[in-house]
């Protein structure tokens, strides 16, 4: 019963863009979104004069960025 379910919600109707094209905008607004959000963090803690520029890219390359 529970597999049916999640089939007829994962069915499309009325024209509706398909589902796995759904999932892949939002996929790439997910790391588009990830990496404005590495440049705010590199540029704030540069900024903020605890550590070098170098240091800050360092830190978000290890921290925020996908592997």
Not at 57 to 65: E, G, H, I, P
């Amino acid at each position: 019963m529970a597999h049916d379910l999640v089939l007829k919600s994962l069915e499309v109707t009325g024209g509706a863009e398909p589902l796995g094209e759904k999932l892949q905008s939002l996929q790439r607004q997910m790391l588009e979104l990830r990496e404005e959000l590495s440049l705010v963090a590199e540029v704030l803690l540069a900024n903020a004069g605890k550590v070098t520029p170098a240091e800050a890219s360092q830190w978000v390359d290890q921290n925020m960025k996908p592997r």
